[in-house]
Every structure is written in C-alpha cells, then in structure tokens.
C-alpha cells in the first residue's frame, strides 16, 4: 500500500478529523543542521561547497510507485526516456519486450485501462482461502490443512472486525459533514469566518453544536472552513474506500491487466501508461529526489543529475508481489542504477518471486531504497513486506540483500519529536533516518503539496544516494549503502517513541541511530574515491551483516 499518512488532529464526538499543523520551514530536507539549525541533509550546504563547480554523471532512478506525471513543469527535463522507442508506433523498437515505454512502464494497467483501488493482502489471502475451507469441516482436514485454515479463520475475524469498525467511523464522519454541510447552507456565504460561525443562530439544536465545534476547530487548529470542510469529505471518502475496496472480500479489479495472475515469472503484460488515474504520490516522490534545481520553479530536488523513471505498480491498495517484482526487474534492465520504494504491507503473497528480483538487482549493482512504513510499529517484531531478508536462501546463499536501504521518517521540531510519531522503527530492520515530514514537493498538472510519510524519507535517501553515484560513479552500490550508514548525523537524546508507547533513544530506533547527511556522505565517499575495497571499520560499528 502506498505509503500515505494522514494526521488525525482531534476527536470530536468520536469524529477524526484531518488539519493542517505548524508549518515546516520551506525546503526544510535540504537544509543544513549546523548553518540552518534544522535537521535536514545538507544538500544546499555540498553543492554551495564540497561539489562547487564539479560534473557529475547522469544517474537514472526509477520511481517504483502510483504513477508519474511526466509533463509537471519541474520534473519534464529530468523524464528518463527510452530513446529506443518511437513514440506512438505501436511496436517495440528496442524489443525489451515493452511496447512503447518512452518514460517507464505500467504494470497494474492494460487494454482495458488502469488499476486505481485495490484490496488489501489480508483481503486477498482470505478470499483465495475461502475456496478452499468455507463450509469445511476442520476434522476432515491434514494437519497442515489444520494450520493454514486456522490462519484463516484468524485473518477473516480481522477483517470482519475492521469492517465493523470502519462502519462506526464512517457513521461519525458522515454525520458531521451532513452537519457542516447544513450550517453552511444555514450561513449562506462563500467565505465563513469563526465570527459567522460565533454570531449564527438556528432552531436546530444539532446545528447549533455542529457551529460550536467548528468555531472551536477553526480557532485551534488554524485552518479555514473550506480546508476542514475538505479534510471531512477526504475523511469520509477514505472510510468509505476501505469497506469499498481494502477490506471487501468480493472485490478484485485484476481482470483489467489481463495476465496470467498464477504465473509470478511473467513479464511484457500492463500498458505504457505511467502517470495513471492517481499520480499524487509518486509524482511526489519524484520531486523530492530529482525536482530541477535551477529553473526558479517550484522546489529543489536533492540530486541534480537525475532521470525520473516511472514504473507504476502500487495502486491505492496494497501492491501485488508479482508486480513488485516484474517493476524491479524492468528498472534493472533498463538501466536504473538506483530504485525507490515507497510501500509496503503487512501480509506477503509471494516472497519468493521478490527475492528473486531483489537478488536479480543486487547482482547488477542497483541500490534499492525502500519506506520502512507509516504504522508506528517495531518491524524488528511485526512483519512489514518487502524486505531485505531472503525467505530460501540456501546453504551458502546472502540473507540479507546488501544493497538494501530501509528508512525510517524523520521531522522538522527537533527534540523529543524528531521521529515522526508514525514511522516504522527497528534496531536491526531500519537502517537509517531521513526527513518524512510536512515535505513540499510536486503533485500531478503543475502542483506543489506537503505529504507526510517513510514515503517522503525513502526519496530524500534516494536523491543523497543519486549524488553519490553521480560525482562518484567508481563507487558500487553497497559501497554507497555504506557510505551512507557510516556518515549519518547521530542522536541519542531520548525521544517519543513512534507510536506513543514511551520515549526511547533515538539511537535505539535504527541500525545506524541516526539520519543521513549528504555533506558528510561526499566528504567520506572523496577519500574513498577509487579504492576497490572501502574502510568498513566504522561500518562493522553499526552494520549487522546477519540481521534476523
């Protein structure tokens, strides 16, 4: 699933509600600790001193994600594009056994259009076991049978539960925009104000709450009453989706791809579109690592000699292992040196045929920089899929994929806040922190928002990532993991755990126990320039080559 987080501020009546908060400084991620005191990651700082009046090589990225728009203003000229396609013709020129991928490929498209909503795994898990064991009889089954139906049993009350839940808030939020709807129509302006809602008085009782607790909101929160009144009919679109979509044992949109779901392995089905019917997020994505630097629009990505290639495989929804798996391999192939990762789940379908690919991209030297995700939760314990751990590894085989960066979010305030209250954390499966939060960058037709999530994290290490192999193209890919663990800014002040379960070090919440600095990155990465074999003293300081 696409790696969102929405900020739920307050509960009124049982009713989350979405606002904005205190606004992060402009251009906050790329902004030096020392010169800016901010925790961002020096990247103005190197390029106004360690890389002044240095080239480096074009290196291409590619954006594994919800789609990307092609023709946004700050990320046109940095499009990888396959210049052995002829655009349009209908035939694959290059015969990489896609059809017109001028700027990358999607794989949860086809003849028949796009895959916008999908369900979750769990969901999927379910209804691919509901064939099996509805209406059997657990005395009539193997042992293993046994096992996997009470699996079953454990993950279907999860969803019925969730549906119940979900229902609830739905109910909620429903209720306060039929509310907010009705004293908006009450007032009759265009533009509402705290003192139209202060002075307004009607006959209805609920009204005249509804007119209370907006007033209230308004005033606490800082947001206009057309922003709260979007946050409400996004909150209610977002319940609504999940008993929709997510959690709906019924639904399955895979028959537009038009593939041949059991076969893992297959490769050349989906169509050319990248962008798709919902480019939000990995447009996004793309612009905190490759956005122009020097047009004088909109922001500045962190590398500046990048290609954006876009893969679309995640829908709003959970990601299909076979699509994650064809997407990294197409990036591979095509010549993606470094590939971003802004998803994941908590259920896998097929590990194995991930595995495979991770391994297929580690062998070609491609660094693979993955969201560690938005739950809060301790990943060294819960199970959070893709991941760098190979389920069969043999008896001499890797475990772990050495070119494999998890990433946990970081925010602007410093302190007992720096983690983002909703990152993924773990000593031994988050290898380093970057910023993750409040993160302006570039939306779908010429737009600039701030999203929030690992999703924003993963492409400000992506874009450190893409500097490196730029000015230092001598240095291999788990060199460049390296680099980057032995160079992050430590902090061991004591924290609010993501979450809200305490407060705990901030060095206990990664491998590394810090967040990832271009500066100090290049600094280390010129010293080790041409040398085939790197110093990992400091490494084996914070590295864990058999991670469990």
Known sequence: MLQKFFTLICLIGGVSMMSAQTSAPENWYNLDPGTDNIDGVSTEKTYSTLLKGKTGQTVVVAVIDSGVDSEHEDLKEVMWTNDGEIPGNGIDDDKNGYIDDIHGWNFIGGAKGNINHESLEITRLVRSMKKKYEGKNVNDLSKKERIEFAKYEEMKKIIE?????????????????????????????????????????????????????????????????????????????????????????????????????????ETGYGNNDVKGPDAAHGTHVAGIIGAVRGNDTGIKGVADNVEIMSIRAV????????????????????????????????????????????????????????????????????????NDNFAKRGLFGPKQAKTWLEIGALTWKGGEDAPASFSNYGKMNVDLFAPGYQILSTTPDGGYQKFSGTSMAAPVTAGVAAVLRSYYPELSAQQIKEILMA??????????????????KFSELSITGGVVNVYKAVELAAKTKGKRKFNKTKIKQVVKSDRA
């Open 161 to 265: 539960d969730k549906n119940g839940e979900l229902a609830g808030q739905s109910e909620n939020v429903r209720q306060f925009h039929d509310g907010l709807m009705a004293l908006e129509k009450g007032i009759g302006k265009d533009q509402i104000s705290v003192e139209d809602l202060q002075s307004f008085e009607s006959e209805d009782p609920g009204i005249s709450e509804v007119a209370n607790r907006v007033s209230g909101i308004l005033q606490g929160q800082g947001v206009t009453f057309d922003e709260l009144k979007e946050n409400i009919t996004g909150a209610l679109e977002y319940y609504d989706n999940q008993m929709k979509y997510y959690y709906n044992v019924d639904f399955d949109p895979r028959d537009i791809v038009g593939d041949n779901y059991n076969d893992s392995y």
């Open 315 to 386: 829908p709003d929804g959970d990601e299909r292992d076979k699509d994650v798996a064809a997407a990294i391999r197409y990036a591979v192939d095509n010549g993606a040196s470094i590939i971003n990762m802004s998803f994941g789940k908590s259920y896998g379908w097929d590990k194995g045929v991930v595995d495979a690919a991770v391994k297929y991209a580690v062998k070609h030297d491609v660094l693979l920089v993955h969201a560690a995700g938005n739950d809060g939760k301790n990943t060294d314990v819960n199970s959070n899929f893709p």
């Open 487 to 504: 160079t992050v800014v430590p902090n061991s002040e004591m924290v609010n755990r993501p979450g809200g379960d305490g407060k705990v």
